[in-house]
Structure formats: C-alpha cells, structure tokens
C-alpha cells in the first residue's frame, strides 16, 4: 500500500533554516508527481510546492517562492522541502502528498514551529 512518511520538522528561529524528507513505498515513486502541502491552526491546507516525476519542473506558492525549495531523489525514493528564511508565519503541519489512479495519499504531516 502507499505510504508516505514525512520527517525533519521542528522549532526553529526566524530566519533559521529546515529540510523536510518524505520516503515514500508502495508505489512506482519515479513515475509519480510530488506535492508539500501545509495547514496552519485554524487554516485550510495551502499547497506550498510540486514536483514532477523527472524533477524537471517545480511550482511554488507566492509565499515561499525564493525561500523554499523542492527537490527529490528517485533512486531514493524520497522528496526533500529545504525551508530558508523561515517566518513565524511558516508554522503549520507540513504534509507530503501524491495522487495514484485518481485516489489521493497523504502523510502523517510533520510540525514546522517557527518561533523564538
């Protein structure tokens, strides 16, 4: 079955930096576009970036462009979120995401604290 397991977050002060992993198993993770999405208390999910399979091409929310970027590594099976100048209004649960055969997988999220 897919699994998708995000980790790297935690608290961090305002400018610092973080890098998300999610490993993902149980599917052909090469042929399969990635997404980071984020949910702030009391906020809808907002994506904040994508991937596509080859890693060729990327998108970015407004509110992290040039700030964050995301990168995978297929013989890994993973995808990276490398997070600089975080703001305190970064903090969310940060979720990996994928959609297989119109059914759609998310992680267990992993906190993001920005903060000082």
């Known amino acids: 079955q897919v699994q998708l397991v995000e980790s790297g977050g935690g608290l961090v002060q305002p400018g610092g930096s973080l890098r998300l992993s999610c490993a993902a198993s149980?599917?052909?993770?090469?042929?399969?576009?990635m997404n980071w999405y984020r949910q702030a208390p009391g906020k809808e999910r907002e994506m904040v970036a994508a991937?596509?399979?080859?890693?060729?091409?990327?998108n970015y929310a407004t509110s992290v462009k040039g700030r964050f970027t995301i990168s995978r590594d297929n013989a890994k099976n993973t995808v990276y979120l490398q997070m600089n100048s975080l703001k305190p209004e970064d903090t969310a649960v940060y979720y990996c995401?994928?959609?297989?055969?119109?059914?759609?997988?998310w992680g267990q999220g992993t906190q993001v604290t920005v903060s000082s």
């Open positions: 991937i596509t399979s080859a890693g060729g091409s990327t």
């Open positions: 995401y994928t959609k297989r055969f119109r059914s759609d997988y």
């Open positions: 149980g599917f052909t993770f090469s042929s399969s576009a």
